[in-house]
């Protein structure tokens, strides 16, 4: 909905005094002053719809930032964070203290997630998760008698954070070069893409080849010196690859071999943004160690964390007191965090936001494809209710656009011209709406997308 005239410019004023003032005091994620000048103002949200200061209102193509999985606006998730917020607001949840909405979260997290995890530590977000199960892996190798497995591999395009060691992980080397050095140990193989894999072996199928980048860079390194493996179930931030099928089976049994620790980063594949609770479940296979964020709250308060292995929780549990795991956060089960993501959840399993990912995103993938006739489409993927919509300046060859063209850019403005809000990474357009959208908006979302790309790509080429 677009707002009078009148307003919008009253309204208009206003936000570029409040953003002058934001110039002023602000630092914000991935910060510099010129990207903040025309920002606009978020001020409220209903569904899977967002309005601007200037009364406009967008489609939440991103749920957020791929959190806001029941969507804006939910009442039952203010009341609960109310009514811990009244009865006990906060204590610390260090050894010899604990609270009820902390228990009961993580004995409900039992029954969801993979049958060999049941036990789990919080953290406020994704990267305290990163590092927490950096710090677990070595820990448990240092436990074992093995202290020289130490070593982390990722994917290159992976996204962990960007605490210091999460951003070492992490495979986007934008982020890296203005706070390296990076954190030692930390290695990326190439990621899974079956769209831009180059498959040299003809014996292999691309799922195995890609896996295989993981046992080459075991033995370049000797497996007496590898902790673990981290990977997301679909690549998010780096521009929504969703693996093939054989892919993490044969990962799964690499690090088995090598006795390497697996672990799965569900911080945007879990609660249901795939179509099942969690990515790995469609390839059938079990991590060491998985952490999540985001969704388990529905971003509605921060909250994130990992959950182990029974293995790994015997071993963590198995060490004499002076060698205990030293690992701590203030807001470690914070209970009104602990207390919304119950109640997130409860709405998850009321609604059965996990079969509508799974039913409504196979159509919104269906719609999506038809892009692919469109100049600068180069690829379409997705699983669930994510998706990515790859532009690129050459079919046939699949070469991006250079980046003096600033396609990121005009992507995202062309689409928020045409009131589908989302981030663009690498060209990819990545589309990952709350779980209870509407038809009616999907349709809507690919129809500014059918608009928005053919003018982005038209001033690109001039
Ligand atoms: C897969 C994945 N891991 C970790 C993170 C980091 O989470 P946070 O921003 O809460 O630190 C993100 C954030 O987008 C993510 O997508």
Redesign the pocket.
Known sequence: MVPTNELATRATADSNDRLAVDQKHLLHPLHHPTANVKARIWVEGHGAVIKDSTGREYVDGLAG??NVNVGHGRRELAQAAQEQMSTLAYHSSYAGATNYPAIALAEKLSTLTYPSINTFFFTS??????ETSFKTARFYWKAKGKPDKFKVISRMR??????LA?MSATGLPAFWPMFEPRTPGFLHIDAPDPYRFVNTDPGKSLGVAAADKLEEAILREGPETVAAFIA?PVQ??GGVIVPPADYFPRIREICDQYDVLFIA????TGFGRTGRWFGLEHYGVEPDIM?F??GITSGYV?L?GIGVSDAVRDVINGVPAAKRWMHAYTYSGHPTCCAVALKNIEIIEREKLVDRAATQGARFLEKLRTLEALDGVGHVRGQGMIAGVEVVADKATKKLFPPEAGMTQRLTDALLEHGLVTRVALDCICLAPPLIISDELLEQAVASLRQAIPAAVATAIG
């Open positions: 930032l791929w977000g994704g990267a305290e998760a990163s992976a996204y962990h954070g960007l605490t999460a997301e998010g931030a980063d569900e911080v945007i952490q964020a985001k921060p994130g």
